[in-house]
């Protein structure tokens, strides 16, 4: 038996958060005004992640095409690649998260930075330069073109 | 069906009014210059250069608007093609083959497809709209919440099935991305799913999640590129790849119309639209190829399909705007906005006493969609280059943009948020083999699907022997369930034994 236990545990996440979907808006109200397509569309999700976890218990000679491609590919990628990929993720969702408290300006300098050294950019000139200017053009062009206003610190 | 009288003095209107003429290349530069931006739908577009329309005589304003309407249509596949993020909602399917075609190095001939097929499917819906405006008009008023119920789920579940190496993760993508789209209040005021967040009261922000799923998602992977197309002889921009895979648009008649004919059907619906069009077509299209397998791997008649559809249904939303007074979707709301501004309404008096103008209407959008064909191929021309710069400058460059777009939409952190949180999951969904594209589709839908059940509910009095008056909704779900039950027979005889 050999087991593909990424699949496995990410698919059986989303069937958890399907789940409780599912109960929460039973919770709600049972009618059919709430749950006429949620409750049949949640409970087919669920069986589908019952065959998709059979597809990855599977002893390896029966496993499905599908299955087996998926592990080759994840298994092809190196650990150096894959962290590359995590601290871009990261690097992304700091700058979300330090758009109001930072400033839309300084949070998008920072992640250009970051991901322009994260992608190999080593030109000390380019690293200085194209940051901040490609960010100033950005702020400006959507201060002209959207109606809400968005908070910077320094344009 | 032609008034020719009235066809006649629409030509004498055109041809004796040279503003007309003077705003249709700016509108369709404005169109795809916003179409090409991501966030930045073909409504907000509209919405923005309204006010300037306020200026013109009616005719001209018209001319100016749906110029950028259709600009707009065509906009929405460049960087559908280029980095994988549909510029509008009616793009999502030019993805699914355009993005593989540029990956291998096709770029000029995906550009060059999306551009013909676009011109071709709205001068084919502007044609069908001539000939059979006061017909089509009826139709629609037939097309009742059952019917646009099961549009709904044919589209996805079709999509669904074919999507990706396995039925049952299609399948599990689309009945995600299905309860995404309910998440919120629905039509009869249940609250569900929203975690105490206010803004999701009204739902996931569709147009930040789909670019997080389809954009963000890819990005993330691509940190380890160099380049978008690896091999630096492809990522030459040449006009006379472009051209040729104009030209290759033109081999696929059938495709072509039948893109075409969906686009303009589902376009005349209100309240679907471009969105459902091209997702239906491309569908059709993968299901009848006999070289399915090829489809979402660069194949160009999903590009073909996709198109054509997306861009017919301009000419069916116009229909419906026209005849009946009713916007199929926002911008048909902002023309209708520009009717009102100049004191005309629309709909079936307007139809009646002022035909000379509808059909002028008509017949400038031919020549917008025959104008489209040299400015978009300028316009590509100039947008192609984003295939030169290397993926370090291009992902943090794309990623900010996106995120911006994704503000515009919401006016809030919503849709930032939405886009990260819609990423990292579609990242981790294409790492596991999820077709991806299936839960932007259910998520597009789940809330138009519910709400026309809903109704088919309310007025069936929940008796499901209602549903025997309305055969058209009963074949197209028969259709779906004999599709679907041959994708499962297909995947079974392939595996192994």
């Known amino acids: 038996m050999c087991i593909a236990w990424g699949q496995a545990l990410f698919t059986t996440a989303l069937a958890g958060a399907v789940l409780a979907f599912l109960l929460e808006a039973r919770g709600v109200s049972l009618v059919a005004d709430n749950l006429l397509l949620l409750q049949p569309t949640a409970i087919a999700t669920l069986v589908l992640w019952l065959v998709i976890l059979a597809g990855c218990l599977r002893p390896r000679a029966v496993r499905t095409a599908d299955a087996e491609a998926v592990e080759a590919e994840v298994a092809a990628e190196s650990p150096r690649d894959l962290a590359r990929v995590l601290l871009l993720v990261l690097a992304f969702g700091a700058c979300i998260a330090g758009l109001e408290p930072l400033g839309y300006d300084v949070s998008f300098w920072l992640f250009v930075l970051a991901a322009l050294a994260l992608g190999g950019e080593r030109n000390p000139v380019a690293l200085a330069l194209f940051p901040p200017i490609f960010t100033a053009l950005l702020i400006w062009g959507f201060r002209a073109l959207v109606p809400y206003p968005f908070p910077t610190s320094l344009l | 069906m032609i008034d020719l009288p009235a066809a006649a003095a629409a030509i004498g209107l055109l041809s004796g009014s040279i503003h007309a003429w003077l705003w249709v290349v700016p509108g369709l530069l404005i169109g795809l210059l916003f179409g090409a931006l991501p966030g930045i739908s073909v409504t907000m577009a509209l919405a923005l250069v309204l006010p300037a329309s306020l200026y013109m005589d009616f005719l001209p304003a018209i001319i100016f608007l749906t110029s ?10 460049i960087p559908a093609v280029l980095i994988n993020i549909p510029g509008t909602s009616a793009a999502v399917a030019t993805t699914f083959d ?3 075609m540029a990956r291998s190095g096709r770029h000029n001939e995906a550009l060059g497809l999306a551009l013909v097929a676009s011109c071709i499917g ?3 819906s502007y044609i069908v709209l001539f000939l059979t405006v006061e017909p089509m008009a009826d139709i629609v008023l037939r097309i009742g919440p059952f019917e646009m119920a099961a549009i709904g789920i044919w589209g996805m579940v079709l999509l669904g099935s074919i999507g990706g190496g396995s039925l049952a993760k299609g399948l599990f993508a689309s009945g995600l991305g299905l309860l995404f789209g309910m998440v919120g209040m629905n039509t009869a005021g ?11 009261l009204d739902g996931v922000p569709t147009i930040p999640a789909m670019v997080g799923l389809l954009a963000a998602s890819q990005l993330f992977g691509l940190i380890n590129s160099r380049f978008i197309v690896d091999k630096a002889e492809d990522r030459r921009i040449s006009i006379r790849r472009i051209l040729a895979g104009g030209a290759e648009a033109l081999r696929h008649p059938v495709v072509l119309l039948r893109g075409s004919i969906i686009g303009v059907v589902i376009g005349a619906v209100p309240g679907i ?14 299901r009848t190829a006999p070289d399915r397998e090829s489809f979402g791997k660069g194949n160009p008649k999903g590009v073909v399909a996709s198109e054509s559809a997306n861009s017919s249904s301009e000419g069916g939303s116009m229909a419906t705007m026209l005849a009946l007074g009713i916007p199929g979707g926002g911008a048909t709301a902002i023309l209708l906005a520009a009717f009102a501004m100049h004191n005309v309404v629309g709909g079936p008096r307007f139809m009646e006493e002022s035909r000379d103008l509808v059909y002028a209407i008509i017949l400038s959008n031919f020549a917008q969609a025959l104008i489209l064909l040299p400015v978009g191929i300028g316009f590509v021309l100039v947008a192609s280059s984003v295939v030169r710069l290397p993926m370090r400058y291009l992902i943090p460059s794309v990623l900010v943009l996106s995120t911006m777009g994704a503000f515009a939409v919401e006016g809030s952190i919503a849709g930032p948020l939405t886009l990260y949180v819609f990423g990292v999951l579609g990242w981790l969904m294409a790492r596991f083999g999820f077709p991806v594209a299936a839960v932007v589709v259910g998520l597009l839908l789940g809330r138009l699907i519910e709400t026309e059940l ?3 509910w309310q007025l069936s009095g929940g008796e499901l022997a209602r549903l025997l008056d309305y055969p058209w909704a009963i074949g197209i779900i028969v259709l779906m369930l004999v599709t ?3 994708s499962a027979w297909k995947e079974a005889r392939r595996r192994p034994a």
């Open chain 2, 484 to 486: 679907l039950g041959v």
């Open chain 2, 98 to 100: 355009g993005y593989p």
């Open chain 2, 190 to 200: 249940y609250m569900r799913g929203d975690m105490g967040i206010p803004w999701l």
């Open chain 2, 273 to 286: 639209g471009a969105s459902v069009a091209n997702l239906v077509s491309y569908a059709e299209t993968r």
């Open chain 2, 122 to 124: 709205v001068l084919g």
């Open chain 2, 68 to 77: 950028v309407y259709t600009g707009a249509g065509f906009g929405g596949s």
């Open chain 2, 454 to 456: 809903l109704r088919a």
